[in-house]
């Protein structure tokens, strides 16, 4: 399913005027603030409930008017268009649902590109699956640059006790396309806590079927 919602989010509040101009931003390293920012969008639990391989403890968290900000987003004011490099970073917040790690949706780009990602604070790794089924995790420590060649579905999964944050960079016509990873229940491998750090597990939510976004 083409989802336009989900880029719109990406675009949210960038002005048709950006990046006509050389520009400056300043990211911190500590906070993963980008300032000044285009725009920011926050992901919480009900937005990405179907993301996670527990479902009966997604369903009492949110009963329970449980409903964390899994993650904030910062967008740098780049139109998405091409030619563009359009970048932002993100903040995952400590934690689980269930035994699995705080995570991003995760997606491929619309139009195969590779992006570029930079761990800035925090602990955690990110999952890369290519469209023929290999898997790859990298660590997410800071300073690490991740390369993500066109192709690869990515997320990134906070296994540390504080927040996580990185800067990523992409094509500005990219596109982010959601739908792809969840019409297939997601990626083969999730991330858990385990009694000895993070546990790669393998997926038991491939064969469900997935409703809208
Ligand atoms: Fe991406």
């Given at each position: 399913m083409h989802s336009e919602a989900s880029d719109a989010e990406f675009d949210h509040d960038v002005s048709v005027l950006a990046a006509s101009r050389p520009f400056q931003v300043v990211l911190?390293?500590?906070?993963?603030?980008?300032?000044?920012?285009?725009g920011s969008f926050v992901r919480r639990l009900s937005d990405m409930a179907s993301a996670y391989e527990d479902q009966e403890v997604v369903k009492r968290m949110l009963a329970s008017?449980?409903?964390?900000?899994i993650y904030k987003s910062y967008c740098a004011d780049v139109p998405h268009e091409p030619g563009h490099l359009a970048f932002l970073t993100t903040i995952i917040t400590p934690g689980t649902v269930g035994s699995e790690f705080f995570m991003t949706k995760g997606h491929h780009h619309y139009r195969d590109s590779a992006e570029l990602y930079l761990a800035m604070s925090g602990e955690g790794l990110m999952i890369m699956e290519s469209h023929e089924g290999d898997f790859v995790q990298q660590e997410l420590v800071p300073s690490a640059l991740v390369y993500v060649p066109p192709g690869w579905a990515h997320r990134t999964v906070n296994t540390g006790s504080g927040r996580l944050t990185f800067m990523a960079a992409y094509f500005g016509d990219a596109g982010h396309d959601y739908a792809s990873m969840e019409s297939m229940g997601g990626f083969s491998i999730r991330v858990h806590r385990g009694d000895d750090g993070p546990q790669l597990r393998p997926s038991t939510s491939r064969d469900r079927v997935e409703g809208p976004r």
């Open positions: 911190d390293f500590t906070t993963g603030l980008l300032t000044p920012s285009g008017g449980d409903d964390p900000v």
